[in-house]
């Protein structure tokens, strides 16, 4: 998105970019040119998501799109 002129995201996930990987990522877009915020925040917990926005809506342009790829993984093994 990035790449195609996008300049102003906002990730939401559980941890933000407290991981290498996400910081690296944020470090990398930002290098880009792009205005990146990774906020904390289990999408599952309705009133910490609307907080989140609510902090979004004060201090970011409107947003004018979202991808959701939140999933829950889970190993099952049948047995026979």
Known sequence: MVD???????FLSRSGASKPEAAKLVKELSDDGANIHAFAC?????SHLKEVL???AESHPPIRGAIQGAM?????????
């Not at 195609?4 to 906002?10: E, K, S």
């Open 72 to 80: 829950v993984l889970q190993v099952r093994t049948d047995s026979g």
């Open 4 to 10: 195609r002129g996008a300049r102003n995201l906002i």
């Open 54 to 56: 609510r902090k979004c």
């Open 42 to 46: 289990d999408v599952s917990d309705e």
